[in-house]
């Protein structure tokens, strides 16, 4: 038998490669440290490790086509998520370091596990065949998994580690019988680019295709935690080291949306009458129960919580709307999101204090008499998040409510909007607490680290700066989904 080695470039999947080496060497490094030792190095090694895979990303830029194969995309949407993806891990990596210290969990292994799942949600991103996006969904969730349950003497983060675990592997076995349905209905096929044709020749098998489809949405829908999959969500936000909530928050959601976005518009464009119709109906659902129970919660962490399942909702019109400026609003808002969800979390860490002492929202009045910069952050990240403008919030709401006009949606844009004038009651209220409310708890001085102050300040900027030029931002957003013609 004639063994063919196929042909491939190194150098295609060169971040995550990086990202790999990296997380084994701090791994061996810490394994080789004295116990007890000073640690701080590791975040430092990965962070140049990140920064080494975003210039090896900007060298992709431009790149088309497939690889090892055909199982990899090379293409500007997957690059633009590595971004993404990149600018979430290190920012987490730098709210981080204080956060752990306070808590004596300053492990190498923390820092190694962030890269691991970063490399995972690269593999979803620029995975051209479902099993490679299903391998790189395990990667991410299994590190995560773990981060989740980082404090192992905290009944809580046990309590949220276990829930996420117990709960993602049956929304992997949902996302993998669905693959295996549509391999049968394809006829022995799951790569991206041929599932099209092959589903359009099997019109005899329509509700294996249908079921198949149906139990992807399952999947996906567990982790961007759209409703009625989201009650894990509140839980597993709450009980989680703040540090590791701010990173599922943002680079988690990026990441399944990247698969689900690639999926639906590549593999699915012949069924987009009937997937749409279902995601019409989770998107509704899902901005209105995350809105909703956001305003009786007390709980910054639990508010955070429902307010990442209001904006899923929101992205999930952008998906509805499935025309070009529909992926634009997509990718911009899922970085846009970043900037102002891991700016909020950097706050509540400062105001948290040791420990998390002080994450009831009534902790946070008069906030501004104490701190004011720190509340005018705050104020900041929750007028975003609403989508006042000239934040970077309202242009992607923007975005995304104009695609789903442009799609014929009226309706759903209405009931968008609708939801986000709701929205803007719970995160103005933590505004009205910072500057018209005596404190009721005395916060004391805040230690400001040199890391924390950054990400703050540079996330604070940011949400400004692409709020008001989103202009290079979006372009680079159109160059992104040339990949979908039918689009």
Request: proline share 3%; hydrophobic share 60%; aromatic share 14%.
């Amino acid at each position: 038998m004639n063994l063919t080695i196929p042909v491939f470039q190194l150098s295609s999947i060169g971040p995550w490669l990086t990202l790999t080496v990296t997380a084994i060497l701090i791994l061996v490094l810490d394994a080789l440290s004295p116990k007890g030792g000073k640690k701080a190095c590791f975040s430092w090694l990965a962070l140049v490790g990140l920064v080494v895979a975003a210039l090896q990303t900007i060298g992709l830029w431009g790149k088309t086509g497939t690889d090892f194969a055909g199982m990899v995309y090379l293409d500007n949407f997957s690059c633009f998520f590595y971004m993404i993806f990149l600018l979430g891990a290190a920012l987490t990596i730098l709210i981080s370091r204080q956060y752990l210290e306070d808590y004596g969990k300053n492990l190498g292994e923390y820092y190694a596990l962030i890269l691991f799942a970063t490399m995972g949600m690269m593999l979803m991103a620029a995975g051209a065949h479902l099993i490679m996006i299903f391998l790189g969904l395990e990667v991410m969730s299994i590190a995560v998994y773990v981060l989740a349950g980082l404090f192992r003497e905290d009944v809580r983060s046990n309590e949220a580690s276990l829930k996420y675990l117990i709960l993602g592997s049956f929304s992997s076995a949902f996302l993998l019988f669905g693959m295996a349905m549509l391999y049968g209905a394809a006829g022995g096929t799951l790569f991206l680019s041929e599932l099209p044709q092959r589903l359009a020749l099997e019109t005899a098998s329509h509700p294996l295709i249908f079921a198949g489809i149906g139990l992807l949405l399952v999947g996906f829908g567990f982790k961007v935690a759209s409703a009625p999959f989201h009650m894990w969500t509140p839980d597993v936000y709450e009980g989680a080291p703040t540090c590791v909530t701010a990173f599922m928050a943002v680079a988690v959601k990026a990441a399944a949306f990247a698969a689900f976005a690639r999926v639906f518009f590549v593999a699915f464009g012949a069924f987009q009458v009937d997937w749409t119709m279902l995601l019409w109906v989770l998107a509704v659902a899902t901005m209105t129960i995350g809105n909703i129970t956001a305003i009786a919660q007390t709980n910054i962490k639990r508010m955070l919580a429902y307010s990442s399942i209001a904006h899923a909702g929101y992205l999930l019109v952008a998906l509805v709307a499935a025309n070009e400026l529909g992926a634009v609003s997509l990718l911009y808002y899922l970085l846009a999101y970043t900037l102002m969800n891991l700016g909020a979390f950097g706050v509540v860490i400062l105001v948290g204090r040791k420990k998390d002492s002080y994450l009831n929202i009534y902790d946070y009045s008069g906030l501004a008499a104490q701190h004011p910069v720190l509340a005018a952050s705050m104020a900041l990240f929750m007028f975003a998040l609403a989508g006042i403008p000239p934040t970077a919030g309202f242009v992607g709401k923007f975005y995304i409510f104009s695609a789903a006009i442009k799609a014929g949606y009226i309706w759903l844009a209405i009931i968008g909007v609708m939801n986000s004038l709701v929205s803007v009651y719970y995160y103005l209220r933590i505004t009205v607490l910072m500057y018209m409310k005596p404190a009721e708890a005395d916060l004391g001085p805040v230690s400001f680290s040199p890391a924390q102050t950054a990400v703050v300040a540079v996330t604070a900027a940011g949400v400004l700066l692409i709020g008001i030029f989103p202009g290079f931002l979006y372009n680079l957003a159109v160059n992104s989904v040339k990949i979908f013609p039918g689009l």
